[in-house]
């Protein structure tokens, strides 16, 4: 299992989520990918200081996207098998 944030979500923001997960005792061993628009270098340091174990950068262009999603998909599953 991987959790997917973004850190521009309505209504709490990613990074908040973020936080909350990995304080939580059941939810902090779960790995979280932030993929995101947001390429501020203050975005991706509260994110690792939270806890993410991966912060990318997702391309505007929908097939960039994907593969950058298949990629995403290759690393965890292996990574967790």
């Known amino acids: 299992m991987v959790i997917l944030l973004d850190v521009n979500m309505p209504k709490v923001g990613g990074l908040e989520v973020l936080r909350k997960l990995k304080s939580h005792p059941?939810?902090?061993?779960?790995?979280?990918?932030?993929?995101?628009?947001?390429?501020?270098?203050?975005?991706?340091q509260t994110a690792y200081?939270?806890?993410?174990?991966?912060?990318?950068?997702?391309?505007?262009?929908?097939d960039k996207f994907m593969e950058v999603a298949a990629q995403i998909e290759l690393y965890w599953a292996a990574l967790t098998s």
Do not use: H, W
């Open 26 to 44: 059941v939810f902090r061993t779960i790995p979280v990918v932030m993929l995101t628009t947001s390429s501020v270098s203050q975005d991706v």
């Open 49 to 62: 200081e939270y806890g993410a174990n991966s912060y990318i950068v997702k391309p505007v262009d929908f």
